[in-house]
């Protein structure tokens, strides 16, 4: 007969924990303004390089693959794996690279906020003491995908779960925007985030073996979007 111990009951009742952690912080309901923003989208579809479902589709697999999406994977999965060995010094020079690396005034923008706005959040409603060393490391320099993997370190939630949760929050959210600018209707949307499902996952696995020396991006196009958004007569975006 199989019992149950102490110990595996303590384990199951910590992931169970994680998973809530995670699952809340990742929700499109967690206030960080995500909605507010398009990363370039917007500017995509003005111009005409994004229509419908086929070439949205297009759009974001090369942002996840090749451009923003690869960048900030690899940038939670670096400050995580610091914030959880304490390595302060590391974390500082990973915090600072993320907001360098962002090529628009409006992404950093959306970076940042986002960035503040969870950090903000997740301690009020999740006090932890090793998350005040960490951030404080942090010198108040807020890349989203830096602070997630950071609160999530913090609260032992594991890297290759944060990571895939992550990288779905962003794609959903660019989804979310294109759906609105095209527009188009929720089943297409559905249908979006399943045939995106391949590129999160390539993505997350390519995150998780990189260095900060992987980092690079070569979506140019997404890039002189999220520039010339800024210049944009009308818009619903903030980026």
Do not use: K
């Not at 507010?36 to 942002?63: F, Q």
């Amino acid at each position: 007969m199989l019992t149950t111990t102490n110990s595996d009951a303590a384990a199951r009742s910590a992931e169970q924990a994680a998973l809530y952690r995670l699952m809340t912080w990742l929700s499109p309901a967690f206030p960080v303004g995500a909605f507010s923003y398009s990363s370039g989208i917007e500017w995509a579809v003005e111009a005409g390089d994004v229509i419908d479902a086929a070439t949205l589709r297009d759009w974001l697999a090369a942002m996840l693959g090749h451009g923003s999406g690869f960048c900030d994977a690899v940038l939670l999965a670096q400050a995580h794996r610091a914030a959880s060995g304490h390595d302060h010094a590391a974390l500082r020079d990973i915090a600072e690279l993320a907001c360098a690396l962002v090529p628009s005034r409006e992404r950093h923008l959306e970076a940042t906020a986002q960035g503040r706005a969870f950090v903000e959040i997740a301690r009020a409603a999740w006090p932890c003491d090793p998350l005040d060393g960490a951030l404080a490391a942090c010198a108040g320099l807020t890349a989203y995908p830096v602070v997630v993997g950071v609160v999530s370190a913090a609260h032992r939630v594991p890297l290759a779960a944060t990571l895939h949760g992550f990288l779905h929050a962003v794609v959903s959210n660019w989804i979310s925007a294109g759906s609105r600018l095209i527009p188009l209707g929720q089943t297409d949307s559905q249908r979006l985030i399943a045939a995106l499902e391949p590129d999160v996952i390539a993505t997350g696995a390519r995150a998780l073996i990189a260095s900060l020396d992987d980092l690079g991006s070569a979506t140019f196009r997404a890039d002189l979007a999220g520039m010339r958004h800024e210049a944009q007569y009308t818009r619903l975006f903030r980026s």
